[in-house]
Nanobody, 120 residues
Framework: QVQLVESGGGLVQPGGSLILSCAAS?????????LAWFRQAPGKEREGVAT???????YYADSVKGRFAISRDRAKDTLYLQINSLNADDTAMYYC???????????????WGQGTQVTV
């Protein structure tokens, strides 16, 4: 059974930073083709904000470019999302996900985490 567990969310002041982490059981993160972070604010659709492929190609939503950075630690088999210059619009539940190519699209995701709340 595959399980993804996010951590690192919390309450932060505007302009602050956070590092979100995602660990997995039942699969190896580093070998999956497309890794992603999504977020969903109350009343809004789930949005893919960053992806990282097995070939180290990255994608960022326009709303987070220059502020968010996705990365993985192959030794720890962990996915990360560095979030800088936080503002109120970044308040959301953040989810890690794994899927097929273009996994910034929810319909391309195979596995979801349960989410970690970020409040600015």
């Amino acid at each position: 059974q595959v399980q993804l567990v996010e951590s690192g969310g919390g309450l932060v002041q505007p302009g602050g930073s956070l590092i979100l982490s995602c660990a997995a059981s039942g699969l190896t993160i580093s070998t999956y083709y497309c890794l992603a972070w999504f977020r969903q604010a109350p009343g809004k659709e789930r949005e893919g904000v960053a992806t990282l492929t097995r070939d180290d190609d990255t994608y960022y939503a326009d709303s987070v470019k220059g502020r968010f950075a996705i990365s993985r630690d192959r030794a720890k088999d962990t996915l990360y999302l560095q979030i800088n210059s936080l503002n109120a619009d970044d308040t959301a539940m953040y989810y890690c996900a794994m899927g097929r190519a273009d996994c910034y699209r929810p319909d391309r995701v195979n596995f979801w985490g349960q989410g970690t709340q970020v409040t600015v």
